[in-house]
């Protein structure tokens, strides 16, 4: 058995967890449906919601792995992330990571104006 997931933050190919999706095969990259905030959570890793309006498109990559993978990818896991439908620009309904909109609004950066954690990560690079 296996699992499909769109993922948006560091588990991108060239990220810090992307070593946890060693195995899964790369199904390409993809952007969300415009239905979506994009927060910087301590700058450690995005959280993504979906709203009713203001939404953006994402940029993420599907991937499509073992049980055995997901284990692994699920127990590295940042804090507060969680596994729940994500719309793709397409209208295909996929598994993606998300965050809780009540833990990001108010309390984190809102980076929707990028739609991309490596855009973001690349901005604030740029600025030293």
């Known amino acids: ?10 588990l991108m190919r ?20 415009p239905l979506y905030r994009l927060y910087s959570i301590d700058d450690g890793h995005p959280g993504m919601f979906e709203v009713d309006a203001g939404g953006v ?10 049980n055995a993978i997901w284990s692994h990818v699920e127990a590295g896991e940042p804090p507060g992330l969680y596994c729940g439908p994500v719309t793709l620009e397409d209208g295909r ?5 998300l965050f809780p ?28």
């Open 101 to 128: 909109r009540e833990l990001a609004e108010g309390r984190h950066k809102d980076i929707s104006e990028f739609g991309d954690w490596r855009a973001y990560i690349a901005a604030m690079e740029d600025r030293g």
């Open 14 to 33: 060239g990220l810090s967890l992307h070593g946890n999706l060693e195995g899964a095969e790369f199904l390409g990259e993809f952007h969300t449906a």
């Open 1 to 10: 058995m296996s699992k499909r997931l769109f993922v948006n933050g560091t």
């Open 57 to 66: 498109s994402v940029v993420g990559e599907y991937y499509e792995m073992s």
């Open 93 to 97: 309904v996929v598994e993606g990571i």
